[in-house]
């Protein structure tokens, strides 16, 4: 059974960056893209970003755009998101999933991924 295991997260000033990581086991990591979405509270849960299996080519919401950065390390089965320039509106609780889909359009989906985390909160302070 897949499983993902986020960590990373925490309180932050605004301004400040977080890296947050997710732990793929039970499967090789390289089997799947791997996709980050958030879920502020009231709020319906967000595609943020996705890498493709190899770690060549990424997909970003038009919102975190030159402030996240996805990467992957397959060796580790591991994937990060790097988050800098952090605004208060970042605060969420941040999940990792994964796709066995090969188009970025499904992460925009109804059901964009076959695995998800439990997910890692952040928080920024004004």
């Known amino acids: 059974q897949v499983q993902l295991v986020e960590s990373g997260g925490g309180l932050v000033q605004a301004g400040g960056s977080l890296r947050l990581s997710c732990v793929v086991s039970?499967?090789?990591?390289?089997?799947?893209?791997m996709g980050w979405f958030r879920q502020a509270p009231g709020k319906e849960r967000e595609f943020v970003a996705a890498i493709n299996r190899s770690g060549g080519s990424t997909y970003y919401a038009d919102y975190v755009k030159g402030r996240f950065t996805i990467s992957r390390e397959n060796a580790k089965n591991t994937v990060y998101l790097q988050v800098n320039s952090l605004k208060t509106e970042d605060t969420a609780v941040y999940y990792c999933a994964a796709s066995t889909s090969v188009t970025w359009s499904a992460w925009r989906g109804a059901s964009p991924a076959n695995y998800w985390g439990q997910g890692t909160q952040v928080t920024v302070s004004s």
């Open positions: 039970g499967r090789t990591a390289s089997t799947y893209a």
